[in-house]
């Protein structure tokens, strides 16, 4: 069965200072691909997606990810963190043969201090 | 064009209760998920249900259950309701039923079982 790991809980970064968020998939072949956000009370929003194709993808609110099928990994990146961007980060996977099902990770809280 | 909506935002059972979420997806899209978040167990997949018919089912017991009506809007029912089952339940909507396909999420029904 798939599984997305997101091995960190909680990341502090400054604001200004560039962000990385970890994800890895567990998966036989290539997966779809997700990022999602979701700020306190509210529901995801999709910041990415891979498909296929070009594996750097670049989503909105200047967020991007670059998929590594060596590393089985499709992390999250941002130049530049903004207050604003403080959130919980959820990395999700969604298989082909089992229609819109999507397996998320624990995700990541983000803080941002100022 | 509106977003998904879910009614009611919060609801309050008791234990041994039972209970009816309704999801109503954006206009056009035919499949609609549904997921569990907790936060012990994270975002788990319920079901899906696309043209009326459920697709896949997650890993719940039998008190979880759901249906879509021919104009695509769904609801789902929790029977017996344990006090586990206090969680924010999400819905989610995309116009197809393959997997890549960005999913639309509602803002959540809150659910507290005393």
């Known amino acids: 069965a798939q599984s997305v790991t997101q091995p960190d809980i909680h990341i502090t970064v400054s604001e200004g200072a560039s962000l990385e968020l970890r994800c890895n998939y567990s998966?036989?072949?290539?997966?779809?691909l997700f990022w999602y956000v979701q700020s306190p009370g509210q529901g995801l929003q999709l910041l990415l997606k891979y498909f296929s194709g070009d594996t750097l993808v670049q989503g909105i609110k200047g967020f991007e990810a670059e998929f590594k099928r060596s590393q089985s990994s499709f992390n999250l990146r941002k130049p530049s963190v903004h207050w604003s961007d403080a959130a919980e980060y959820f990395c999700a996977v969604g298989v082909k043969e089992y229609g819109n099902k999507l397996v998320f990770g624990a995700g990541t809280i983000l803080r941002v201090k100022s | 064009k509106a977003g998904v909506t879910q009614t009611p935002r919060y609801l309050i059972k008791t234990r041994g209760q039972q209970v009816t979420l309704s999801c109503s997806p954006i206009?056009?899209?035919?499949?609609v998920s549904w997921y569990q978040q907790t936060p012990g167990q994270g975002l788990q997949f319920l079901f899906e249900?696309?043209?009326?018919?459920?697709?896949n089912k997650g890993n719940f017991p039998g008190r979880f259950s759901g249906r879509q009506f021919s104009n695509s809007r769904s609801e789902m029912n929790v029977s017996t309701l344990e006090l586990g089952d206090s969680a924010l339940y999400l819905c989610?909507?995309?116009?197809?039923?393959?997997?890549?396909?960005?999913?639309?999420f509602g803002p959540g029904t809150r659910l507290t079982v005393l």
């Open positions: 249900y696309f043209s009326e018919t459920q697709r």
């Open positions: 989610a909507s995309t116009p197809s039923g393959t997997a890549n396909n960005e999913q639309f």
């Open positions: 998966y036989g072949a290539t997966p779809y």
């Open positions: 206009s056009g899209h035919r499949s």
